[in-house]
């Protein structure tokens, strides 16, 4: 008798699924557009900040609750070493091929992570073969 009763919950439950679940649409399509292509709503909105602000401040990078945009300086203001920070560095093929003995110091330590780097995972995979 109980296994009927849970069976009979268990039919009702997925019935109210079935009801709850269903998808719904919404009522916009009541006004008629005109014309072709309904792209014209979608355009974007002109900025509100003017392009004279937009090109001495960086907008939207105030971190503080009580602060202001940070100014763009001129490039002298910058340190020389981020200048430097999206340069290509040799991969460990190409500074294979170089001799150590000449590599500057910064190439030289990144060619003893990147050799240490693949010596590991060259032992990782040789013990999990095993």
């Not at 202001?68 to 203001?77: A, G, R, V």
Request: glycine letters at 8%; charged letters at 30%; one cysteine or more.
């Amino acid at each position: 008798m109980a296994l009927v009763r849970s069976l009979k919950g268990i039919a009702a439950s997925n019935k109210l699924l079935k009801v709850a679940g269903c998808r719904t649409f919404a009522a916009g399509g009541a006004k008629a557009k005109k014309g072709k292509g309904g792209a014209a709503g979608d355009a974007p909105k002109a900025s509100l900040i003017s392009k004279e602000v937009k090109s001495t401040t960086v907008y939207g990078a105030n971190v503080l609750k009580d602060g202001q945009d940070p100014k763009i300086l001129p490039d002298s203001e910058y340190p020389d070493w981020l200048w430097h920070l999206l340069d290509k560095r040799p991969a460990l093929s190409e500074l294979r091929r170089k001799d150590t003995e000449t590599l500057p110091f910064d190439e030289l330590k990144r060619f003893v992570k990147l050799d240490n780097r693949a010596r590991i995972k060259e032992n990782n995979m040789l013990k999990a073969k095993n």
